[in-house]
């Protein structure tokens, strides 16, 4: 690949990636880890020989857990040395709500009182840093709020902890004069056997409940939507009409299996055209960021070669969804499908316009005799895809 290269990522690409993504190490419930570790430091600059435009962090992926605030105030120093010298910009951070064994029974939601504090104390010190680093979005994955059984918790009590776990973060970001919008992310299951919040749409149901809910959006996953067996372009299409897309995690998945974060478009190719498609169309205007892993096959090299592929795919996805855009084969059938209706203006409800739709009279059989030709049109689509249109 060369500069010239038209699927050469830009910094106006916005593509990011976590530092625990690059930095996974490959280890799966069954078997060890099969990469060293590879610092922040050597993190952002892996991200920037490749050409991503920014880096997301959990506290402890930069800071551990039990540091002293001179050892956090240190690495926080170097890590912003290597972000400039890069030219990557911090523009999300989370916490670590899961790894820690304190949150076994979850963190917001925990039964015990303390934990709840605790995931609250940390939750503002993330912040802290995440403010530090110039981040604007806040992340919130609440992977431990589930159960085994419910037995050990009434559902709603959850709901009702979580709702004041995010009112207080709330404030603490008015109090502070973060800026912070916060972007809630839902998973089916995994760690847990199940999460509460399962699904963008309940957490879309969730946020008006809050005390600032114009602070709150969501960070939708391809691959927990797809876990779930949901097409996921339509959960973020809907974040996106309520205003809510304030981040999104590209990655991949097959159905029915365990969270794989598999490269981006590596599974299916074609969901992953109608997001970039969708993404592109509207003009969303936040980060690309990748939320997935390297094969556990691969070594450091392979990592880059990961990275490289997410954004590669996803500027191809974007010239093909220009290229769908501008198919005058695809045009005049998008046409055709929403052309000719005699349809009586509908508008706005008045008692005038109920009564002419009342006493409208309708041709069902012209109606139906209409051609919808998707069979062409998503053939074209294919034909697009494989390169050739
Ligand atoms: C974890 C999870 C991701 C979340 C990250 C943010 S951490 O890797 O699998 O989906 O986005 O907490
Ligand atoms: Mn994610
Ligand atoms: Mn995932």
Redesign the pocket.
């Known amino acids: 690949m060369t500069n010239n290269d038209a699927y050469q990522p830009k910094p106006s690409h916005k593509f990011s990636f976590?530092l625990?993504t690059l930095g996974n190490r490959g280890r799966d419930p069954f078997g060890d880890f099969v990469r060293p570790v590879i610092s922040p430091v050597e993190i952002a600059n892996m991200l920037g020989e490749v050409g991503a435009w920014g880096v997301n962090l959990?506290d402890n992926d930069l800071v551990p857990i039990d540091a002293t605030p001179a050892e956090r105030d240190a690495i926080v120093r170097e890590f912003k040395k290597a972000c400039a010298e890069n030219k990557l910009v911090v523009p999300m951070a989370?916490v670590?709500l899961f790894f820690h064994p304190i949150f076994r029974d979850g963190a917001f939601t925990a039964n015990d009182a303390e934990v709840r504090a605790y995931a609250l104390q940390k939750t503002m010190r993330a912040m802290d840093l995440g403010a530090e680093l110039g981040a604007k979005i806040f992340?919130l994955?609440g992977?431990r709020e589930g159960v085994e059984t419910d037995a050990c918790r009434r559902a709603d009590d959850a709901v009702k902890r979580l709702r004041e776990a995010v009112n207080y973060l709330c404030e603490y970001n008015l109090d502070q004069k973060y800026g912070f919008k916060f972007a809630l992310?839902a998973?089916p299951n995994e760690p847990r056997a199940d999460i509460y919040m399962a699904t963008t749409g309940h957490y879309l149901g969730f946020i008006p409940t809050l005390d600032h809910p114009e602070m709150v959006g969501v960070?939708p996953?391809v691959a927990?939507e797809q876990m779930a067996g949901l097409n996921f372009m339509h959960g973020v299409a809907q974040a996106w009409e309520a205003g809510k897309l304030f981040h999104i995690?590209l990655n991949d998945q097959m159905p029915g299996r365990y969270?794989q974060?598999l490269r981006f478009g590596s599974a299916n190719f074609k969901s992953a055209f109608w997001l970039v498609k969708f993404l592109e169309d509207v003009n969303y205007e936040g980060p690309r960021h990748f939320?997935a892993h390297a094969y556990r096959t691969e070594d450091f090299c392979g990592v880059k070669d990961f990275a490289r592929g997410c954004m590669r795919t996803y500027l191809i996805l974007k010239e093909k969804a220009a290229g769908w855009n501008a198919d005058k084969e695809i045009r005049a059938i998008l046409q055709e499908i929403s052309a000719g209706s005699n349809s009586p203006p509908i508008g706005r409800y008045s008692k005038k316009g109920a009564a002419a739709l009342l006493a409208h009279v309708f041709n069902k059989d012209a109606i139906c005799k209409k051609r919808l030709p998707y069979e062409r049109l998503d053939q074209l689509t294919v034909d697009l895809l494989a390169g050739l249109r």
Do not use: M
């Open positions: 976590g625990w959990h989370t670590s992340v994955w992977g992310e998973k960070n996953e927990h995690d969270d974060d939320d």
